[in-house]
């Protein structure tokens, strides 16, 4: 089974829109960190939010906030008032503590295009 | 900021040569991992490096390739003699603890051709 699970592959938004990219995620530990990075056309990896398994409030970073459903095992990205800068590819990934921590898994990724 | 630094930006070698690729990791962390990503595809664990040995690797981090931290500062990955595949985006990553909640960092990568 899949780890991590984008079922978008491509999204379009237009600009001041917000957007919401899914995650879903499989695990059978208790302790588990929760990340979004961000894949301009660059090619750079940039890290843009965290959430923990034990964290009961939503993560939030500015534009990003991050709708953890643990129930559901869902991790989506909501990106508010999208601006040009924000097209890039998006990754959900995931740090499991079964694993000690040694690897982050990532999902396939969905691709965000903001449309002027 | 800091940051994980990558070189070189840019790697063309020919099948069967050896190539190095070298990373700078962010200095205070202590967890450093190499991945890749082919073109267009998902990004995908190699290694994973601390106290100066590998504490994790996956199938693709085969007896080709390995790695070193030579200095205080350097972690390395070296591929013995390339092969087509081989040719994908190398990051080097950093952590600054091996928590749930201690982001990876990446560099800018490292495009590896192998012709």
């Known amino acids: 089974a899949q780890k991590i699970t984008q079922t978008q592959p491509g999204m379009f938004v237009q600009e001041k829109e917000a957007v919401t990219l899914d995650c879903t995620y499989d695990?059978?530990?208790?302790?588990?960190?929760l990340f979004w990075y961000k894949q301009p056309s660059s090619g750079e990896m940039i890290f843009l939010i965290y959430?923990?398994?034990?964290?009961?409030q939503n993560a939030t970073e500015g534009r990003y906030s991050l709708n953890f459903q643990k129930a559901r095992k869902s991790a989506n990205l909501v990106i508010s008032a999208s601006q040009l800068g924000d097209s890039a590819m998006y990754f959900c990934?995931?740090?499991?503590?079964?694993?000690?921590?040694?690897?982050?898994?990532f999902g396939i990724g969905t691709k965000l295009q903001v449309i002027p | 900021e800091p940051e994980v630094t990558q070189t070189p930006s840019h790697q063309v070698t020919q099948m069967g040569q050896e190539v190095i690729l070298r990373c700078v990791p962010i200095?205070?962390?202590?967890?450093f991992y190499w991945y890749r990503q082919i073109l267009g595809q998902k990004v995908e664990f190699l290694v994973s490096?601390?106290?100066?040995?590998?504490?994790?690797k996956s199938e693709i981090f085969d007896d080709q390739f390995s790695v070193e931290r030579p200095d205080g500062s350097n972690f390395t990955l070296k591929i013995r003699s390339t092969k087509l595949e081989d040719s994908a985006m190398y990051f080097c990553?950093?952590?600054?603890?091996?928590?749930?909640?201690?982001?990876?960092?990446f560099g800018n990568g490292t495009r590896l051709t192998v012709t």
């Open positions: 490096f601390y106290n100066n040995e590998i504490s994790e």
């Open positions: 959430q923990g398994s034990y964290d009961e």
């Open positions: 990553a950093s952590s600054l603890s091996r928590e749930a909640g201690s982001p990876l960092h």
């Open positions: 695990t059978s530990d208790q302790s588990y960190g």
């Open positions: 990934a995931m740090r499991e503590g079964g694993t000690g921590y040694q690897k982050v898994t």
């Open positions: 200095s205070n962390h202590l967890y």
